[in-house]
């Protein structure tokens, strides 16, 4: 009977600990990578990265401002970067509705008063620390007439719905009510690269870092940069240069620089 009894206990506790984590799952998942590609109706991949459109339904309207939008993908992602020009396109008209006006992406200009001068991607990573990369502007596919600096107070930017990118303040409240929506930016645990062809690109505004490293420590520091589609790297020298552009999206193509001594290695399923 006691041997019974704990067995019935323990297939008990059993059951109860099966609901927790099914219950934990259900109402943490959202914001992971999991909840991110198990959400087909609000979610975007790219290159192994899993966006999510994201509004929490008990935010108040014309919140959160920008600086808010950088924690509430925490712990597990980041408020998103443009990886593509596709991708931030895709947003002008998916996603984003007339009844959710905007979703908060990472871009902000940073000490310029000039409306189209000084755009950086930044986004603060869970542990605490911005990764930063200036923005390229032809890269993104910004609204008739944006970016404008309207009034003045425009330094951060939004995916509007129809238009594209546009500069807004980071408290869009101060231009009137509108529901809005965070990008979320998920990294998956492996992702897989793919040797294509040989090149490099020489132009440093396409350029994320540049370090001497050996082929898998050089395609890993891709992989952690939340800004990086492609690498060239130079197996003699092992020098080992990682990229926010690919030299397969025809925008960049034309500015590869030929040279046989270095392999592209190239995020799989981008697209462009
Ligand atoms: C939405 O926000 C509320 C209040 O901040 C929070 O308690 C809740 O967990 C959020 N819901 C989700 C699904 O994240
Ligand atoms: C932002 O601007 C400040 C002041 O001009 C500068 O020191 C800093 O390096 C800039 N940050 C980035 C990421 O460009």
Redesign the pocket.
Known sequence: MVRGRNHFYFVKLHVILLLLIYDCRLHAA??TYDGCMSDSTNSYKLGGWCFLFYR?S?WAVSTPTQDGAQTVCHPHGNLAVGVTYKMLETYKTKYTSSSVLYGWLALLRNGSSVATVGWIWKTLLPNGKYATFPAIMSNIPWGPIEPNNLGGREDRATLRYTVGVIDVPNDIAVDGSYPLAVICQFAPQKWTYTQRGHGLFTNAAYRIAQMTAVRDICIRQCHWSVFCISVAFNPTTNDCQIYAVSPEDSRFSGSVTASSTYEWHIRDGMEY
């Open positions: 959202v914001l929490n008990s």
